[in-house]
């Protein structure tokens, strides 16, 4: 309601109080048309009308005895309240008249009985009429003026006898009054105002006292009317009383509930209390409770949209319970929120959506990848596989091949064609167990392993994880490295795998896991059995120029945010760093010159403020120095013979070098790093070769009279297998024939002491290690056709090649 409207609410209210109280002498001018009524009203002898006008009450009988606030509907009742004021004795009739009856109420719902009340301090307000009522005397009606409203009725006021012994009179006011006494203490609601009007009754005069009693109950409607409609005193104490007791009783209960209610309260205001200073005194000593607080709601927090299993849920409370009791600034507070931390972390129940698409996943493998395309049809197939299982989850991929071959970046490829997240580390320098599996919460600093650290990371629970160099694990691991690993990757065990740290089984059968290693010796065979090998075997020239030319140098120049058009590399300068400078099985030697070339040629742009800078064959050596490889590193001579090896660094060339060093004495020696097996392979070369002089056209003697070494280059390196046997024995015959292998020549293959040929592995790498040596011609074992069979036709192209089941079979093609 706006100021205006409630000025206005006053002034009107104001009018009509004036009208209707003060100026009520001249009220006979007005046009009333009770008017005529109203003359008749005219004060009883002790001041009391003999008319008045009636207004209804609802909820119980007014008393004589009481002095209340009365509310009354002003619509329905100003008219009345009016007359009432232009009277001289300001008092009206209130009859209880039920409360089922209507608010205007009719004649019939009036007793007979009623009460007299003096109306003061009238006031309007809004709806409201409002005015403090002074019981009187109890009035009985005698005849109807007008049964409409205004009600107004002619009334008698009856004799109220004590009809009894003065006695028995005083004993029930005297009751009464104990009664009113007793209640006062117990209900606070008579408080100090009714102690101020017991002093006002005596037992002398019982009938105030008892209309007084009456009305201070709590009695219902009726049962009032009945005490105000009984006249002799003694019948309306013996009627009061009782209601007097049972209001005792109730109060008498109530109190006691409060009692109850307020010592609960107490209770709480001193918790509270408590709370509060030990809040006072956290914070003086720099410790708030609200970090504990915190701590909780974000723990709860993280549980939110998670599905926890149960026992790890229960875990979770118990933790969570243990925060609550401990202090924050203790250090037993910071473990269990660390572990409640890491609990909460997991991705329980969250994972992402797999995306089988095979289109799709081939174009990020064509993408990301020059070259493989056995390795990505192979990834296609699983992926297939994948897609028929709806899962790809529970397998283990395992590439194997040199550095820099691009492992890595096929197994990110996978994560991106299966819309996984991708998470990659190296069990390579693990030492310990617990990098893998966490420590036992006990320790101090104590921290879960990579696995839980991954999923954390990820916050999925079907990531691809990839995990490099599981082939170098072994060597200095602490605990069976074999066992820890089986139980990250099988299938079988890592359903329920346990982290010490974190102490709940975590289910990571849902990973995909994706190793890599550069060989295969050093992986145990449980683990070796239960993975999917795929092989990526190294490149040869003309796929490391494509993969520069398409990844590797687009890479490094956007890496350095310098224009395509600034650099020019010529495709024959690529070619000769690819010849020259980077001849290893995988790219990362190449990505490092290149990344010479990209940083030589950022300086020349910007010290001579060139626009652009050209790489060309002829200026290539302004960039990267001398070629670390020439064409005319072929060793080349009598007793030196050119074999291939297989290393995890990939394939690669190896010369081999007999020289007689005098001719003394007989003798035989063996230098190159040798392992065991390579230097019982060469001894079987001597042997075989001095027993077989003759029948390979050599001095059936030279052996008596030669003292002969044997050396494999380059000799820091170390060396071991058999499959140089076939090599050491062409380089001991080169010698004793005095004759030099003129052409580009390579082999490799296991002799027998009787001459046979015994397969070899790594056929692939060989081939690709003789293709970058520009050797064209090799003897492989005859064993080993198939494998030659299956290699891709870009590996075959151009090659000489020819299979030998006897160590004849290879004297036939070198020496003819
Ligand atoms: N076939 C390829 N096509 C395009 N880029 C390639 C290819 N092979 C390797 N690369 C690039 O060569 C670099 C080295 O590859 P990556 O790191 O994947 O090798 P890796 O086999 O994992 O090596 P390591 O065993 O040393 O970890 C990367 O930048 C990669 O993108």
Redesign the pocket.
Known sequence: MSDDQDRNRDADIHEWLSESLDEHDDSRSTEDPHDDIQHAVVPARDSLPERIYLLPIHNRPFFPAQVQPLVINRERWQETMQLVGKTPHHTVGLAFVGETASEGGSHDDFPEVGTAVKVHRLQGEDQQIQFIAQGLKRFRIQRWLSKEPPYLVEVSYPREPVDAEADEARAYAMALINGIKELLPINPLYGEELKHYLNRFSPHEPGPLTDFAAAITSAKGPDLQDVLDTLPVMDRMQKVLPLLRKEIEVAQLQSEISDQVNAQMQERQREFFLREQLKVIQRELGISKDDRENDVDTFRDRLENLVVPPKVLTRIEEELDKLSVLETGSPEYGTTRNYLDWLTSMPWGVRSQDQLDLGHARTVLDR?????SDVKERIIEFLAEGTFKGDVGGSILL?V????????????SIAEALGREFYRFSVGGMRDEAEIKGHRRTYIGAMPGKLVQALKEVEVENPVIML??VDKMGQSFQGDPASALLEVLDPEQNVDFLDHYLDVRLDLSKVLFVC?A?TLDSIPGALLDRMEQIR?SG?IAE?KV??AK???WP?LLKRDNIPKKRINLTEAALRHVVEGYAREA???Q??KQLHRIVRKAAVTLLENDQQSVKVSVKNLEDFLGAPIFRKEQVLKGEGVVTGLAWTSMGGATLPIEASKVHSLTRGFKLTGKLGEVMQESANIAYSYVLGHLAEFGADADFFDSAFVHLHVPEGATPKDGPSAGVTMTTALLSLARHQAIERPLAMTGELTLTGHVLPVGGIREKVIAARRSEIFEVILPEANHRDYDELPNHLKEGMTVHFAKRYKDVAKVVFG
């Open positions: 990301d990848h020059d070259g493989l590439l091949g040199p550095p820099g071959v691009g492992k890595t970046s096929i197994g990110r490099d160099e890599t550069n990526l490149y796929e494509a993969i398409h990844h590797l890479k995988g790219v990362r190449l990505e």
